[in-house]
């Protein structure tokens, strides 16, 4: 329930999915850039909050693939999701907590570097 606050916070009304068991796919209606800002925003909240289960504290971290999504190349979801999916695996690789997108940029506590 608190995570789903902090996916409300920052995308509002748009579409969140549990997709498997600890993931999620998020539609977000930005431009890359925009969406590269509000996920590493998100990813930052979600690492600053204390999530409380039963009587515990908890820190998590959230890492992210990101794709952008242009009507005239990317058509078929499975394209997309193997393309998110490609991108979350480079997050978790380089040491998670991070956004990596289709820009080839790894976003974490504010730095970027190129990745290729």
Known sequence: ???????KKHLGDEHVY???GEEFTL???DDIEVAIITMDKLRTDIQNHQFTYMQSTLNITISIGLVGIDAHEHTHL???LRLADNYLYLAKNNGRNCVVNGLNKISNKGK???TK
């Open 27 to 29: 539609v977000v209606n």
């Open 18 to 20: 549990r997709f498997g």
């Open 112 to 114: 970027e570097t190129l």
């Open 1 to 7: 329930m608190q995570l789903t606050q902090l996916f």
């Open 78 to 80: 499975s394209e997309i």
